[in-house]
């Protein structure tokens, strides 16, 4: 009998501390059974999103202390078909990032999606959707509970997609991030309706051909009304060629550097990049994530110019049954030959945001607003390619999901309309 009471004794008492520990673990709101272990090394390390394990590098300071003062955090992204390899030593961006944050600042590389493991490896971002967006939110959320970093010193860079990507988490999430430094791209959102305060550094070459001005300038003058400034309105800074927006303010300044690289047809990474934009990070006055936007700043303050196009491409277009909402539609010309998958960056960006309102079964004529290559690259051949993509996947389409429409093609001036004959079907991209 006394053992049977000593064995109730015990259960009584197991269960008392069971029922403590749940009450505790509720009160703190947390699970620390749940909780991802501290990083202490470099390297790459995993974070479930939507459902899927997504990869991320990571550099720690020589000298990192998890119980020290929080260090500043910087994300960089990389382009459509790289990955985080494109930031290390030999990759297009190289390394200068790495070596500049070694002994100031965490750092880290997250990798884009593969479109398909099997049929097309390339990684790439979608600006357009909330998957990769979301990401980026788990991805902090991750690291707020492995590593120790300053959260009002959160700063992202990223070149051609990661630039889409990095102007879209600044403007989406401008409550988050204090500062971003785009590199060869644009805002995709359209309209622009962002929120919260983000210095800028936008970062384009003159003769790039693949994210040309006339795509990328329009952002330069949203984040200049955007945090207060006027768009017409500048000075020199340093480095040269960059000019400054915001009378060298350091709260939320506005810069913008126009390189005149050749490389990579005028897309390269900047050769005083690395510098430009971890200066500019630095520079900055320490304040915490900010609601609203900067005084005399916001939305309202913002007057785009609509990008001016001297030519139109008219176009007889079949559309099949089963086409889903377009998230967005470009049209763009690509080497003559190409042919169905298309690959790679285009030769030249004729329209990016191409209105479709109806991919409903049958046969419509549209008539596009074309900007036309540079005189003196004409007459030539291209291969003409709309792309309408349904799932987010910019600029790289998504094989059975995406639609194409190829046509060769001879231009023989800028500024004359072309009409194209006959009727030309929208496939589904193999």
């Known amino acids: 009998m006394l053992s ?68 500043p955090l910087l994300i960089a992204i990389h382009g459509s078909g790289d990955s985080i390899e494109g930031w ?14 070694e002994d100031e600042a965490i750092m880290v590389i997250p990798n884009g999606l593969m479109n398909d493991p099997v049929k097309d490896p390339r990684r790439n971002w979608d600006a357009t959707s909330d998957r990769d967006y979301d990401f980026f939110m788990d991805l902090l959320a991750d690291l707020d509970q492995r590593v120790t970093y300053d959260d009002r010193r959160i700063f992202v860079t990223g070149h051609s997609a990661g630039a889409l990507m990095t102007h879209g988490l600044g403007c989406r999430f401008g409550d988050v991030f204090r500062a971003i430094a785009p590199s060869a791209g644009a805002n995709t959102d359209n309209p622009f309706v962002c929120k919260g305060s983000v210095a800028v550094l936008q970062i384009n070459g003159e003769f790039d051909e693949i994210q040309t001005l006339v795509f990328s300038t329009p952002s330069r003058d949203y984040w200049a009304q955007y945090n207060g400034y006027d768009k017409d309105i500048f000075a020199p800074t340093d480095p040269q060629p960059c000019v400054d927006y915001s009378a060298n303010s350091l709260l939320y300044p506005v810069r913008y550097c126009q390189h005149q690289m050749l ?14 934009i971890w200066d500019f990070f630095t520079s900055l006055e320490i304040v915490g994530p900010a609601l609203d936007p900067p005084v005399n700043g916001g939305n309202d303050k913002v007057v785009m110019q609509e990008p001016v196009f001297d030519a139109t491409i008219t176009m007889v277009i079949e559309f099949p049954e089963g086409v889903g909402d377009p998230i967005i539609t470009g049209l763009f010309l690509y080497p003559a030959g190409s042919m169905l998958p298309i690959s790679g960056a285009p030769l030249d960006f004729v329209n990016p945001s191409v209105p479709i309102f109806d991919v409903s079964p049958g046969i419509r004529t549209l008539v596009i607003p074309a900007g036309l290559p540079k005189e003196e690259d004409l007459p030539a051949t291209y291969t003409l390619v709309l792309a309408m993509y349904i799932d987010g996947s910019f600029p790289i389409p998504v094989s059975g999901i995406d639609h194409n429409l190829i046509y060769e093609l001879t231009i023989n001036d800028s500024i004359t309309d072309i009409v194209i004959p006959g009727v030309q079907p929208l496939l589904v991209v193999e």
């Open 88 to 101: 290390m030593d030999g990759g297009f961006q190289g390394n200068g990032l790495l070596k500049l944050t």
């Open 263 to 276: 490389e990579s047809r005028g897309h390269a990474w900047w050769d005083q990049a690395d510098e430009a």
């Open 4 to 71: 049977y009471l000593l064995d109730v004794n015990k259960m009584l008492r197991f269960t008392t501390l069971f029922l403590a520990l749940i009450t505790l673990l509720a009160c703190n709101g947390s699970n620390n059974f749940d909780k991802p272990d501290p990083i202490t090394l470099n390297g790459r390390y995993t974070v479930i999103s939507s459902d899927m394990q997504r990869e991320y590098f990571i550099q720690l300071p020589i000298n990192y202390d998890p119980d020290g003062e929080p260090l």
